[in-house]
């Protein structure tokens, strides 16, 4: 049941501490800080290059994986959704290995990628959160996302559970290919078990983001804007506030601003900016300072070090907690659903059972 909670997507939502502290307990070791893998299909060091596929939100998360895969274990990462993937006839590689993301594990055009993965000589890792599903059975090998059931159709948890299990494959290909040491290795895994934590004291912040959903619930058309890691997270905000409260909104990648969707501009258009202190900080924050001129309302989530100077030209800064550069995306994912949840409450429509959508899409 729902419990207390309005909508199961609300309960969902409210999981996320205990669920990345579970999938994350399952696959790091809290005392010696190292990532435990269980037996993978492939040997990270011998792989060439790594396709990862998926539909939808899973295919965010895998965006996440490829930003992290590349630069903590070096290794080239393809991603593509699956409906892509499945029909422009990639040439894969001699030797190659697939990562496929899926909450249900049923999902079909992520089941073709994984056919035409197996028949194209690769090997097939799924992370997955239904361990009987048809992905879990028919790949190499599959990890799974300690989310439990989730109902809401708008995926909240399993999202992040993707994303603490793509953060310990990538930390795991880093030390199997010698690209991370011990100390690199008890570092990020240190600031990964410190996500949930800070999970907790996000929600906490719910008044203040439900005041920025009354804002957003007017508006006719969203950006969300990131970079590096954050920008596959500027996607997943989108994604959830058209799915779930039927606003149009686009993530961008903050750097293509000025090559388009700056045009869009003007004082109706909120602009929702995922921007953490960090070596990113400044580009984004001029990205942002060149939408704000131009009359655009920008809305940031940032830590304490970006509040200052976010604050000279932002309508509105919400502070998150600083985490380390590696786990941003987890933890910004948070905020950005929970906004498209209250923004979908304060318009009134079906929160769990949005208009058009099912929970798993089992037909092409
Ligand atoms: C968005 C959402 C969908 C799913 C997509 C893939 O909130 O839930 O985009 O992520 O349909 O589903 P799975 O993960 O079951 O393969």
Redesign the pocket.
């Known amino acids: 049941g729902k419990g207390n909670y309005r909508h199961f997507m609300e309960k969902e939502l409210h999981e996320h501490p205990a669920v990345l502290g579970d999938t994350l307990r399952q696959y790091l070791d809290p005392k010696t800080l190292e990532v435990r893998l269980p037996r993978l299909p492939f040997d990270a060091t011998r792989v060439p290059r790594l396709t990862i596929s998926?539909?939808?939100?899973?295919f965010i998360a895998g965006q996440v994986g490829r930003y992290w895969i590349e630069q903590l274990a070096r290794l080239p990462v393809d991603a593509d959704v699956a409906s892509e993937f499945r029909y422009r006839d990639p040439p894969l590689p001699e030797g190659g290995a697939a990562i496929l993301?899926?909450?249900?594990?049923?999902?079909a055009d992520?089941m073709a990628a994984l056919r035409l993965l197996k028949e194209g000589g690769q090997k097939v890792l799924s992370v997955v959160n239904v361990p009987e599903s048809s992905m879990a059975r028919e790949s190499d090998g599959a990890v799974l996302t300690v989310a439990g059931p989730e109902i809401g159709?708008?995926?909240t948890k399993?999202f992040t559970a993707q994303l603490a299990v793509l953060a310990c494959l990538a930390i795991g290909f880093g030390r199997q290919r010698r690209e991370l040491t011990t100390l690199d290795e008890g570092r990020l895994t240190q600031s990964l078990l410190e996500v949930p934590s800070h999970a907790a004291a996000v929600l906490e912040q719910d008044a203040q983001i439900r005041e920025l959903a009354a804002e957003v619930a007017k508006a006719r058309d969203v950006l969300f804007l990131g970079r590096g890691s954050l920008y596959p997270i500027a996607l997943e905000g989108a994604?959830?506030l058209k799915?779930i409260s039927y606003i149009h909104a686009e993530g961008y990648a903050a750097g293509e601003m000025k090559h388009g969707p700056i045009a869009l501009i003007d004082n109706n258009v909120p602009v929702i900016a995922l921007c953490p202190s960090g070596p990113l900080f400044e580009k984004t924050a001029s990205n942002l300072q060149e939408a704000a001129a131009r009359g655009g309302r920008i809305m940031a989530f940032t830590d304490a070090d970006g509040v200052g100077p976010l604050s000279r030209f932002a309508e509105r800064v919400i502070e998150l907690p600083k985490v380390g550069a590696f786990p941003t995306p987890i933890l910004y994912a948070i905020p950005v659903q929970l906004l498209a949840y209250h923004v979908a409450v304060l318009k009134g429509t079906d929160v769990d059972q949005p208009r058009n959508l099912a929970k798993?899409?089992t037909v092409e």
């Open positions: 998926a539909c939808g939100s899973a993301v899926s909450q249900s594990g049923e999902t992520t159709v708008a995926s399993a994604l959830k799915e798993s899409v």
